[in-house]
Nanobody, 124 residues
C-alpha cells in the first residue's frame, strides 16, 4: 500500500481542518492507520490511530478535539481536527502497518508505510 496525505493548510486558532490519508495499491483492510506530527525542531510524535477493528487511540493533548475515522466509500482514514491551537502547528504524516501491537501503537518504528506529510499551520 502507498499513502497520500492531504488537507493541511492555514487556519486560525479555534478553527477546524480535516486531513485525509488515501491508500493506493491496496485498501486499509487489516491495517492499523495512524497520524503523527512533527513540529520544527521537534521529534515526530503520535497523534491518533485506528486499528483494524476500528478501535481508536489518541495522545492526551488532542483528546476531545481530534477524531480519527475510516471512510470506506472514499477509502481514506480521516483526521478531523477541531478547536485547533497554535501548538498543533506541524507537518502531519499518516502511517500504516498490518502488524502493530497495542503497546506499540504510538511508536514511529511500528509503522512500515508512510505518507509524504501535509503542513498544518494554526495562527494565534
Amino acid at each position: 500500500v502507498q499513502l497520500q496525505a492531504s488537507g493541511g493548510g492555514l487556519v486560525q486558532a479555534g478553527g477546524s481542518l480535516r486531513l485525509s490519508c488515501a491508500a493506493s495499491g491496496s485498501t486499509f483492510s487489516g491495517y492499523t492507520v495512524a497520524w503523527f506530527r512533527q513540529a520544527p525542531g521537534k521529534q515526530r510524535e503520535f497523534v491518533a490511530a485506528i486499528r483494524w477493528n476500528s478501535a481508536t487511540y489518541y495522545t492526551d493533548s488532542v483528546k476531545g478535539r481530534f477524531a480519527i475515522a475510516r471512510d470506506a466509500a472514499k477509502k481514506t482514514v480521516d483526521l478531523q481536527m477541531n478547536t485547533l491551537k497554535p501548538e498543533d502547528t506541524a507537518v502531519y504524516y499518516c502511517a500504516a502497518s498490518q502488524s502493530v501491537i497495542l503497546s506499540s501503537i504510538g511508536a514511529v518504528g511500528a509503522y512500515k508505510v508512510w505518507g509524504q506529510g501535509t503542513l498544518v499551520t494554526v495562527s494565534s
